[in-house]
């Protein structure tokens, strides 16, 4: 038994196996006008494979120059229109991926960021304390989402003054917290029990 992964690899797989085994076939064509035939079937067969291609406005030139790029530009044939070598067209460069560093991820990278700048403010001021409420009541709704109902707000208050490194008091976000109206208790599930559930499917 023949697996795929034994197989070449495809150079477009958009279209299959078939339609590349179809341009090996007309590359070994020895004679050019049934060559030439033989690519018009086989741009007709991508056209059925990708209607969506076939009718856009550069539908024609996209079939015949992913024609073009299947046989490596080695298929000599008579082609009806110029065609646009993608091998000579330089690769764009990858972009960077941001290797941030989250404590403690279902807080989230910005509560981080946001933390990290309280510890730069002076407490008792009102942009601290204004800092200090918004944080505290997004922790505490995002450790919500993500645990359930019936959080601790000492929990929120500990991992503050861990991330902040002891610049915000636990007492200070504990009042901040309870002073706060209780969101109405639901069936809610927590965010990590539904997606246990449902890959349980």
């Known amino acids: 038994m023949e697996y795929n992964s034994q197989k070449p690899k ?5 279209y299959g196996r078939l339609v590349q085994q179809m341009v090996a076939r ?5 004679d050019r006008q049934v060559r030439q035939q033989m690519a018009a079937h086989i741009v007709q067969v991508m056209a059925r494979l990708r209607p969506e291609v076939a009718r856009s406005a550069d539908g024609p030139q996209m079939l ?4 073009a790029y299947l046989a490596q530009y080695q ?14 067209t330089p690769r764009p460069a990858r ?5 941030n560093t989250i404590r403690m991820r279902h807080y989230g990278y910005l509560a981080q960021v946001a933390l990290d ?7 008792d001021t009102p942009r601290y304390r204004q800092l200090m409420e918004k944080m505290a009541l997004r922790m ?4 919500t ?14 991992d503050m003054v861990l991330y902040t490194d002891g610049h915000v008091e636990a007492e200070e976000v504990e009042k901040t917290l309870s002073a706060q109206p209780q969101r109405p208790a639901g069936n809610q599930k927590p965010a990590r029990a539904r997606f246990v559930r449902r890959n349980r499917r």
């Open 10 to 14: 495809m150079v477009l797989p958009a």
């Open 26 to 30: 007309a590359l070994q064509e020895p």
């Open 64 to 67: 015949w120059d992913d024609l």
């Open 75 to 88: 298929l000599d044939i008579d082609y009806p229109c110029e065609i646009q070598n993608r091998t000579q």
């Open 95 to 99: 972009l960077p991926y941001p290797g």
């Open 117 to 123: 700048r309280m510890k730069t403010l002076t407490p």
């Open 140 to 143: 505490k709704r995002n450790l």
């Open 145 to 158: 989402d993500w645990r359930g109902e019936g959080i601790d707000n000492g929990k929120v208050a500990r």
